[in-house]
């Protein structure tokens, strides 16, 4: 079985390891570079049971469960640790009201207030999200796994239309027997290839910080009001590499076609930067290391699409992770080398996720521009 896995994100490497567990050697065709886009510019913050009550838990739950165990099983760094979860509030207040007693964190500045346990180092936890996607890549071209550069640019069909006979890249064919869409928000574009549901995206902000190993291994969930009014919600999350990661402030400009093009909005880092310098004096601007924004690739009903694509004989789709991606990628890799390899998932019930759910959308409506 040859196997071309569009995209190599956090959930094309992680399928690629997961079959290559199984002894099927996939072939990863990614156009810009491993973890480029969002699985690289993401907090990486894992939560045990924050999706629980929702179709999104048993995968969450396993994968929090696989995240654990993949430390062992693959050996390398990057960055996996147990967290303990804050929230809190900072920044103008007006008009709110504020239950609890606060404590102290450290590191942080006097006028930030932490008064919520949200989670333990039972229940969340973090990594640095470029380090694992290219460890579980890595770990993938171990066990046999190709990596490909190249962008992907339309899907072959047999001749009797029923079944996919590989992709084009770059104007040249390559032949396979299935094709895997992992290109996360770019994964619209696979809507004029496939009978696909849209996918949407939701732009942040992100810096990062040299801020030394001192700071506590406490992340931290704000709500902070703007001297405007606006209220953001900024996550900060400490890493063990001596950075500091903190993400907030939506955009709105629309998805670039290339994903060496996406830059953060006009403004919107200054605006980032100036509420950072409120939360702690560990993160002046001459500490700034990185500053980057990203897309989460979101569907109409907020849950993934994974599982196979209706009508086109081994084609497969797995994206749409929205805020969960990084968490959600080890039960996703699972599962589709699952379906693929033995035509159904087994460890996860894949049945909330299957792309069929959700209306195609008619490749017709597909304006570049207007996919936010
Ligand atoms: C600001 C922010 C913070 C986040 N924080 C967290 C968090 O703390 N925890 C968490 O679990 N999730 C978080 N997420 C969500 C998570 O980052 C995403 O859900 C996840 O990275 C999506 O992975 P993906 O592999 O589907 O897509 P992507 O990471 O977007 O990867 C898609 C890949 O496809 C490639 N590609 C695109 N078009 C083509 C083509 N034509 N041919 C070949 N390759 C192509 C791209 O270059 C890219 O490498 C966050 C997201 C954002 C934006």
Known sequence: MRILICGGGVIGASIAYFLACRGIAATVIEGTGVACAASGKSGGFLALDWCDGTPLEPLARRSFALHARLTEEIGGDWGYRRLTTHGGYAGIRRHTCHHGNSYDIDWLSAGVRVNQRLGTAETTAQVHPARFTAAMMRAAEARGAKLRLGR?????????????????????????????????????????????????????????????????????????????????????????????????????????????????????IERLRRMCEDLSPAFSPAKVVAQQACYRPITRDGLPLIGRVLGVEGAYIATGHSVWGILNAPATGEAMAELIADGAARTIDLSPFNPGRLPVLDPARLRWNSMR
């Open 152 to 268: 992907v640019t339309g899907i072959l069909r047999r001749e009797d239309q029923g079944r996919v006979a590989g992709v084009q890249v770059d104007g040249e064919t390559v032949e396979g027997d299935v094709v895997v869409i992992a290109m996360g928000p770019w994964s619209i574009l696979a809507a004029a290839w496939l009978p696909l549901p849209a996918v949407f995206v939701l732009k942040g902000h992100s810096l990062v910080f040299d801020t030394g190993t001192k700071l506590s291994a406490d992340a931290l969930f704000v709500e902070y009001r703007e001297a405007s009014g606006a209220v953001q919600t900024p996550e900060v999350f400490p890493r063990t590499d001596g950075t500091t990661y903190v993400c907030g402030i939506s955009g709105e400009s629309p998805l670039p076609i290339d994903p060496a093009d996406v830059t953060p909005d006009p403004g919107t």
